[in-house]
């Protein structure tokens, strides 16, 4: 951390600075430059430090130096996370498509839709037990039978499953159906749930907020890091700004800029960017242009009965056509879709 | 729900929206205007249905006509609702006023803070036991030894106390010590935190999230009152934009528009708003000047030392300052700092 | 417009309601199914008009049912609209691609740049002669000198011009040298200029403010249309939210959501919403998964030179990345950079 | 400003930043503390510059020291800038109460809302003669004979006149009516107009734009001033954010934090925040809560007849109400509306 004086600031008050950060434990160092002061922290915490001192009278700035985030940052590993979770790599510069239906209404519906993500290239499966709902009044998801029904349609085309846990209480039970657990985007920042999940170890989902910062995602996934959990995957699904036009808006710049700084993979969700089933492939395009490693998308095979997101999902012909034009754009970067060649 | 066709929509369009419709389990009714032709729909449950119609051809636009939330809304309850908890009143036209530090960091601490926002006249204590933290590297909170101290401090002062409830596993051990459970912002939509915490059957200040809508914000009061809670605050603390001047926006607007259409009573916490001691006051009075029934500030003795949001707590000179200025703003208005007249 | 009351309105507001749209010089016509009751207005003008009847008593809702803009809208068009602008085509299909420098500096400074942009393939050459900066003291532009040295550039490599109208009174100057005249985004709801703009008759580049709507912007395209203009190409260049990780962040989603209410081409500026280099392909390549098309991308051959966004303007060499890469993924959506495949 | 370097950067690095640095003209110093080393630049001019050091390999952050905008700053000028326009005294710790049509319709209607506000307390007069309007479609006001109007109105009532300037053009005619010059929301960051408007040393009324920063209001402002303006005042008009139940939302927290770091005074415009005339008084009395110098509102005693935003304009009856409620809290706070005490 660095306190930068005013150039007006009175001697005074620089030695006030430095008493306070020697109160707070903190060992510091001045140094000047033409007619600018500063003094140098080290040992500082964080955020409240720094808006403390700014409030200090003669201090122009305080520039914190280090990241709040660890484990996520390239600082400790250069070198980008790849995970292999059954069929599905994250990371190895590939794009991993994950489908299947936002909530599991039933084992057939399950079934019928994993065969048919399944026989047209998807990875990875993806389902809903526990649905997270704005609504009281809606339908919630089908608990512990949805899991099983989940590992049932996972186990019969060989796809590993990932879902979503919304409650700290049921981490465990849903990490002994899935290959991968899903933090939800409303839920990015509960921390008590972040933990729990984390501790279970295995790989994670983890939804950006609806309005989260980089840094902020980042933090989120250093509490599952810290926890226990070793392979996490960011997944962007569009933020909340004034434009009315989509569901949300899909914020491709946060791909490049994660990568810059963190070594964690970075998946794009169009279907709940969208919001409508006519602009899923255009969202689709434009995260894989941007360099996502991955999809996940909502499929259902007779939309307009869904309990849940129906107008979103695609169905198994539009996903057929979303498989067929991501793998030519994929191959048009020197990708594929998912690591062995399609 | 109103199911509006394009003037250009075909027969065959319209009759396929009907039948749609009709096999939804909805019953319908078509009305017709100039060039206009619509279908009035029924037994509808919400937004997935207008979406899902809205992208049939020839549909034009989807009116909904029923509001998804009852509880919280004028409609099922036309008069302002008023709750009594000790000495604190929400809801009776007056402002009360909730103080205390933003965490519990030891006995002595909080007796000495509660003793002078009492003394000063605030009507209810704050303290947080449970500290939703963005780091995983920073101070949690003391857990249930800071519920025990809140409950000394609350009972040797008179003062009800409000606290953060973060763990649906701790909802009841929370509600045992204190008299009102707090949602924090991170867990606005945290569904199953609503629900365990509308179940206590306790009072429940609802903060609004970082990016809530005012139709959300009482869609989360909807479910801990469809669970229990029978009196429900909301408070505004700011919502994120692009504006970096102050912690977060303030957003003073909601205030008239929540007392539109919402029995619910409102309150500002403007030290989170403003993240900044110098602004808390302003954020103060203009939440009062758009017709808040509260507010809830941070107060730190020693400011400087706080584990927890320092640079933005009121010290005790500042709080008196605060409660004089805001007496004489009430008075203005007809109004008292709490329910008896100062 | 559809006047919708609500189920407990009485007979008085009805008849209230009706007798203020006969006042405002409207007719009306009644319709009502199960318990509900609504007017439909023929002959209002726009929004307030909406607001005004939304304020009755008794009113739930009022709906608009015809969209504010005409010439850019579907309804007036169904095909998309094709302009060729020398050798650059928008709206067929294919992808323009626009470079040039930032802001015209020099006579060898604009030919160098142009020469190698052209080489490489670009279709079209932007610089700006007069820069709207947000600081009075930074660089503003050549003025007349600077368009003289783009009309030079532009005949010497074939390559038509498009340039940025700042002032009315130089609209028919900057008509005089290049071939499309760009509106920038803090202009774009300065109708003054879109109506000066429109009225030279020549094609015109509106890119997007910094926070509008779709359907602000289709209303600026509408000023330009309705005042002379007859080829409008929109701009998507990044929107302002609360995300910093990017200069601003690129609204992908506009692309789909325009094409399927416009026939106007939309095309992506990458540099503007990435802000640095770094991020400028990804960006690129997004904005041709989303359908854009067409890019405009800043390029300067000693960026560290730049008198205007420099850290954002790609190298010679890193423009030719940008059409290889470009093309490749063109290509694998049967598309080709420029009309003529590359 | 001040480059600091990673602290992984080699000596190379920070070699070339040097360089780069002398390249670009400018003088450096290197000081270092800890396993920190920085570089301090003198002579920069801006943002840009920053972005590019940023830019290059082994820098960490490059922070800047001195603030872009000057006349606007408390640094040039420490104590609160005072301006007398006629009855109306802003800065001076008061509230100005400017009050009239948004549009100026008819001499009749002028003379009419005219003589209400004078004799309700208002100490200035507004009204529009060019009117910006999102649709090329909308009433754009009565231009020359408007301002004719407005000038009538103003002596007739000794209530000086703020008017708004829509064309670089114009301005010096508008100049010649009015007491004071608008600049809307929608053109804070048209350059050129702000030039012109500054030259005609006329006193300006600058509205914040859409989603304009503190800092972009304050280089605008910087513009008039370096112009020829002297004196300049901000007002806030609510900002775009993803909320919907106002029109748009006020942001009073620009209020304190504009006070901090400038001298100018800043008033709120309840009518365009709220929208509607149920909000306008809470709106009011927020942004005297946060200490605005002033309030700007529509009155219409004809608001259904209104040829512009009719729905947001409070009836002469409500003014009075705004009026009574607003001295109340004024004098609360120890400040009365108007200079002299009601």
New interface residues.
């Given amino acids: 951390m660095?306190v930068?004086m005013s150039t007006d600031s009175t001697e005074k008050q620089i030695q006030r600075a430095k008493d306070?950060i020697s109160?707070?434990g903190y060992s510091s160092?001045?140094?000047?430059?033409?007619d600018?002061y500063?003094i140098?922290v080290?040992g500082n915490?964080?955020?409240?430090d720094r808006?403390?001192l700014?409030?200090l009278p003669g201090v122009?700035?305080v520039?914190t130096?280090s990241k709040?985030y660890k484990l996520a940052s390239r600082e400790v590993q250069p070198e980008n996370s790849v995970y292999r979770i059954g069929s599905a790599t994250f990371g190895d510069g590939n794009v991993v498509m994950i489908a299947g239906p936002c909530a599991v209404e039933s084992e057939e519906q399950t079934l019928r839709i994993t065969e048919q993500v399944a026989q047209r290239g998807a990875q990875m499966l993806r389902g809903g037990a526990y649905k997270?709902?704005?609504?009281?009044?809606?339908f919630q998801g089908l608990g512990e039978p949805g899991l099983e029904i989940l590992a049932t349609a996972s186990e019969k085309n060989g796809l590993p499953v990932v879902s979503e846990v919304?409650?700290?209480?049921t981490a465990g039970l849903v990490a002994q159906y899935t290959d991968m657990l899903q933090i939800g985007t409303?839920?990015m920042?509960?921390?008590?749930?972040l933990?729990e999940v984390g501790r279970t170890g295995k790989p994670v989902l983890l939804k950006r907020?609806?309005?989260a910062?980089?840094e902020?995602t980042l933090?989120s996934a250093?509490?599952l890091m810290?926890?226990g959990a070793r392979e996490v995957v960011i997944c962007e699904r569009?933020?909340?700004?004034?434009?009315?036009?989509?569901r949300n808006?899909?914020?491709?710049?946060?791909?490049?800029?994660?990568k810059?700084i963190s070594h964690l993979p970075i998946i794009v969700d169009p279907s709940h960017?969208?919001?409508?089933?006519?602009?899923v492939i255009?969202?689709?395009?434009?995260?894989?242009?941007?360099?996502a490693d991955g999809l996940i998308v909502d499929v259902h095979d007779r939309?307009?009965e869904?309990l849940?997101?129906?107008?979103?999902a695609l169905s198994p012909e539009q996903f057929s056509e979303l498989m067929d034009?991501s793998g030519?754009?994929c191959?048009?970067?020197g990708k594929t879709i998912g690591t062995e060649a399609t």
């Fill in positions: 660095l930068i306070r109160e707070m160092h001045t140094v000047s430059w033409h600018h500063a140098g080290t915490k964080g955020k409240e808006i403390y700014e409030g122009l700035k520039v130096l709040p997270p709902r704005t609504s009281p009044y809606a919304v409650d700290p209480g409303r839920n920042q509960n921390f008590i749930l933990k907020g609806m309005s910062t980089l902020e933090m250093e509490y810290s926890n569009g933020v909340r700004t004034f434009a009315s036009h989509a808006t899909l914020d491709i710049s946060i791909i490049p800029a994660l810059k960017s969208s919001g409508h089933r006519y602009s255009p969202h689709s395009l434009a995260g894989i242009g941007a360099g939309p307009d869904a849940c997101d129906g107008p979103q034009v030519k754009v191959a048009a970067l």
